[in-house]
């Protein structure tokens, strides 16, 4: 499949593109700024390729979204059309400004419901919440991803997070994504009372 991380030049997006070198799939980081998609695509190295956000949704099967929520509505309202019909896993965390162990979106509702409501008739799932970037990087180790959304595309989504070496676990219907965005504040909290910056969750009994 053709995978675009857009947003790819940041934290995650950079973290994204290691693990997808290692799959068969094709990658293309994005950005707003050309420039920085093919900085970026030569910092990761190998085959990814660099793009801008639009030409990047628009020539991928799957569409990686990493980028704070303050650009994240914006993001979609532009690419909706291109997006349309193509599978979308969103992992921004809504943080609220005021206080990053909180989180607060526009509708009330998760960010990743924001992405459905907003991109009619693409297959949207929240995951990669509960992960740091400083985790993700290392390509070696494995951890739990949890993926919410619906049942159209849920297989090629935990298919291709097993692909980067990390164990899918499906949470169920994208109406969980709120609960997925809150872990990450609790995360955020776990790491300042322990001084620590990469708390993570792991998922027995499954
Ligand atoms: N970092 C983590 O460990 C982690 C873990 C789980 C979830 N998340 C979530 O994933 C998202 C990305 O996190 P990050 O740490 O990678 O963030 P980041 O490094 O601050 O930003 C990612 C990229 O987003 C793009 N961007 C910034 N502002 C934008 C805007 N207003 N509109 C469109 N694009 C914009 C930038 O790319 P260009 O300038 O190149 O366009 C930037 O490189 C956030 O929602 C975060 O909460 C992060």
Not at 96 to 123: D, H, L, R, Y
Request: with cysteine; net charge positive.
């Amino acid at each position: 499949m053709k995978i675009a991380i857009l947003g790819g030049t940041g934290k995650l997006g950079l973290s994204f593109a290691r693990r997808l070198q290692q799959t068969p799939h094709e990658v293309a980081i994005g950005s707003r700024d050309i420039s920085k998609a093919e900085q970026a695509a030569r910092k990761a190295g190998g085959a990814v390729l660099g793009m801008t956000n639009s030409d990047a949704a628009r020539w991928c099967d799957v569409a990686l979204v990493s980028v704070p929520y303050d650009g994240h509505d914006s993001l979609f309202e532009n690419l909706k059309d291109v997006l349309r019909g193509k599978i979308i896993i969103d992992a921004t965390v809504p943080i609220a400004p005021e206080n990053i162990f909180q989180i607060k979106t526009v509708s009330g509702k998760s960010a990743a419901e924001e992405t459905a409501a907003i991109v009619s008739g693409a297959n949207v799932f929240a995951a990669f919440h509960t992960i740091s970037h400083r985790v993700l990087r290392q390509v070696e180790v494995s951890h739990d991803v949890l993926v919410a959304g619906g049942a159209t595309g849920k297989a090629e989504v935990l298919d291709l997070i097993r692909s980067m070496g990390l164990r899918a676990i499906n949470a169920g219907q994208l109406q969980i994504a709120g609960h997925l965005e809150r872990m990450t504040a609790l995360l955020l909290s776990i790491n300042n009372s322990n001084n620590i910056k990469e708390s993570g969750i792991k998922i027995t009994g499954v």
